[in-house]
């Protein structure tokens, strides 16, 4: 069985590899435009705030709060839909825009009452541009709902019907026309609302990596 601190070292070797990658993606780009002199190469083909977006992001989160006794790992995995901007500002020389945002929410509970939570969330997304369009910060905040296989160990979660709340920031990178990478950090609450007697509510703090395609 993988460990915490394993799992953790994946991801940081992921975050580490795409990093480089990029890096020389953005030499060899360098090359280009320096051998050939021409600077219409440098902007996408297509404007990123007027573009529709698939991302997948993973995570590691550990709990953070002492709502519950027990120890929890969660590993999730996210399927997220973007649309085109429905505001948008000029700051700092680049775009400030606000999307929506869907999501998809597989999770798997390594240590915990629990073994897995399904469900969806909503959010618009806050997001700043450069001029280039090949880097941006991002910040969500939102929530939703799902399932949790609940059971009847003492900190576990009362009810399988779950509430999810979140808060997710990081940046995002161009690796080629269509291909973004990501890393940041998550912010997770689950919790049934009061609706069962046993509500202890979770909440967990971890890294996040992912990629995203425009479109």
């Given at each position: 069985?993988?460990?915490?601190s394993?799992i953790?070292?994946?991801?940081a070797s ?5 990093l ?5 993606a953005q030499?060899?780009q360098?090359?280009d435009?320096?051998l050939?002199?021409v600077?219409?190469?440098?902007a996408p083909t297509?404007n ?6 698939i991302?997948?992001?993973t995570a590691?989160?550990w709990?953070?709060?002492n709502?519950?006794d ?5 590993l ?5 839909w973007?649309?085109?901007h429905i ?12 999307r929506?945002r869907?999501?998809?929410?597989t999770?798997y ?9 399904l469900?969806?969330?909503?959010s ?11 880097f ?6 939102g929530?939703?709902?799902?399932f949790?296989d609940?059971t009847?160990i ?5 009810q ?6 979140f808060?997710?920031t990081?940046?995002?990178?161009r ?19 009061g ?10 703090l971890?890294?996040?990596?992912g990629?995203?395609?425009q479109f």
């Amino acid at each position: 069985m993988l460990t915490s601190s394993s799992i953790f070292t994946r991801i940081a070797s992921l975050l580490l590899a795409s990093l480089l990658l990029l890096s020389q993606a953005q030499r060899l780009q360098a090359g280009d435009n320096d051998l050939s002199d021409v600077s219409d190469t440098a902007a996408p083909t297509k404007n990123v705030i007027d573009s529709w977006f698939i991302d997948f992001d993973t995570a590691a989160l550990w709990k953070i709060t002492n709502t519950t006794d027990l120890n929890y790992f969660i590993l999730p995995q996210t399927l997220s839909w973007r649309s085109p901007h429905i505001f948008r500002w000029d700051l700092g020389g680049g775009d400030l825009i606000v999307r929506n945002r869907l999501s998809l929410l597989t999770q798997y509970f390594q240590q915990g009452a629990e073994s897995y939570y399904l469900g969806f969330s909503g959010s618009p997304a806050l997001e700043w541009w450069n001029a280039e369009q090949n880097f941006s910060l991002y910040f969500y905040i939102g929530g939703g709902a799902g399932f949790v296989d609940s059971t009847n160990i003492d900190g576990g979660q009362g009810q399988d019907f779950t509430f999810n709340w979140f808060v997710q920031t990081g940046a995002r990178f161009r690796l080629n026309e269509t291909l973004f990478v990501t890393g940041g950090l998550l912010f997770q609450h689950l919790s049934n609302q009061g609706l069962s007697e046993r509500n202890p509510g979770l909440n967990a703090l971890g890294p996040t990596f992912g990629l995203s395609w425009q479109f």
